[in-house]
Each structure stands twice: as structure tokens, then as C-alpha cells.
């Protein structure tokens, strides 16, 4: 079993939609929570870093760790065409880069 | 992605052919990593550096090697290619004081490596 379990997708959705994100994960220790997101072509970006539980927004991205559960997500509001891309969650246990565990990444295509 | 620059972008190469993967960076970042990406896989990291005397081993570093020639310059060697090593690479750096005090990375474009 992967320590981080993402849905490859694809997954398609109309202009405007919300999209939910998700990845789980079985490392009770993990405490560093990020979302990257990578265009075609491109390296991956980060999008939102979290630490331990909780929300935290940033303009129409939010982003929700569920420690008890072993779940993270993110919410996109409002998508645009321009949010096409594969998403990939990570995750560490401590706060060094070097430690960090990807997701397989989940490809969104926002239908105009 | 200017910051962190690979060459090169594509390369196609033969089975037992050395090869080598070049990272250059303008960040000023003492830490560099090299990646490599796999559809279903995600990123699994082969070597890191945390200064120009300080090379670790990653999660998958088995035949690959790799040499810091300054702090700007991190390379990635492989001795003799084999088919599955067949990915995308990417190199990244880090500043452990950076956005929030987190060890935030910062990734090149990749270079897609084929080994035939």
C-alpha cells in the first residue's frame, strides 16, 4: 500500500464548477500538507501549504486537512480553463523538503 | 521556472549509454534535489544536497550518481541507462527560510528521458 493514495483521474468539469481534490494517506505522523499544481510541460508549483489541521484559504483554492480521518483536500471555486493541470498532494513528516512523500497526481480539465 | 533551469529538455538515448542531466539555478538556494516522475507514481526522489560538501542518498538512488560543482550547479549521472529508467526528471531547490519559514521547493522544467 502507497503511504499516499491519489486518484489519478482524469476528471472533467464545466466552467465555473467547484472542484474537490483528495488524497489520503496511512503516516499518522505526517504534519506538512501541500498541494502542487503542474501545467503541461512544466515542473510542479506549489499551490497552498498547510500545517496540521484545519482550512486555510487562499483567493478561490482552499485547502482542508483532516488528521483524524487521514484526508486532505482541495477546493477550487469558481474554475476557470486556466486551472487545467494535474494536481499533485504531498506530505511530510517534518519540515525538510527532503522528506516529502508525493501523490500520484490527479489531471482536472476545465471545460469552457 | 526560469530560476531553475535542465538541460537537456529531450534526450533519447540507448541502452548502457551514460548519460548526464544538468541543473542550474539563479535562486541563490544552498539545497538541490533531483526527481524523477512516473505516471501512477508521483515524484520519488533520488538525491538530495544541502550545500556543495553534503550529497544524500533519496528514496531510489540505485544506479544513478550525482556531483555538486557549486552551489548553483547539481548533476545527475546515469552510468549505464536501462529502459526503466525511462521518466521525466526534474531538479528542484529549496530555501528552508522561505514563504511561511517552510522548506518551500522550487522545480526546473523537466527533461524527458528515453532509454531505448
Known amino acids: 500500500q502507497k503511504e499516499v493514495e491519489q486518484d489519478p483521474g482524469p476528471l472533467s468539469v464545466p466552467e465555473g464548477a467547484i472542484v474537490s481534490l483528495n488524497c489520503t494517506y496511512s503516516?499518522?505522523?505526517?504534519?506538512?500538507f501541500m498541494w502542487y499544481r503542474q501545467y503541461s510541460r512544466k515542473g510542479p508549483e506549489l499551490l497552498m501549504y498547510t500545517y496540521s489541521s484545519g482550512n486555510k484559504e487562499d483567493g478561490r483554492f482552499t485547502a482542508q486537512v483532516d488528521k483524524s480521518s487521514k484526508y486532505i483536500s482541495l477546493f477550487i471555486r469558481d474554475s476557470q480553463p486556466s486551472d487545467s493541470a494535474t494536481y499533485l498532494c504531498?506530505?511530510?513528516?517534518?519540515?525538510?523538503?527532503?522528506?516529502?512523500?508525493f501523490g500520484s497526481g490527479t489531471r482536472l480539465s476545465i471545460r469552457p | 521556472d526560469a530560476d531553475v533551469t535542465q538541460t537537456p529538455r529531450n534526450r533519447i538515448t540507448k541502452t548502457g549509454k551514460r548519460i548526464m542531466l544538468e541543473c542550474s539555478q539563479t535562486k541563490g538556494h544552498d539545497r538541490m534535489y533531483w526527481y524523477r516522475q512516473d505516471p501512477g507514481l508521483g515524484l520519488r526522489l533520488i538525491y538530495y544536497s544541502f550545500d556543495v560538501k553534503d550529497i544524500n542518498k533519496g528514496e531510489i538512488s540505485d544506479g544513478y550518481s550525482v556531483s555538486r560543482q557549486a552551489q548553483a550547479k547539481f548533476s545527475l549521472s546515469l552510468e549505464s541507462a536501462i529502459p526503466n529508467q525511462t521518466a521525466l526528471y526534474f531538479c528542484?531547490?529549496?530555501?528552508?527560510?522561505?514563504?511561511?519559514?517552510?522548506?518551500?521547493?522550487?522545480f526546473g522544467p523537466g527533461t524527458r528521458l528515453t532509454v531505448l
Open positions: 504531498a506530505m511530510s513528516a517534518d519540515s525538510s523538503a527532503s522528506k516529502i512523500i
Open positions: 503516516n499518522s505522523a505526517f504534519q506538512y
Open positions: 528542484a531547490t529549496s530555501d528552508p527560510q522561505g514563504v511561511s519559514n517552510t522548506d518551500t521547493q522550487y
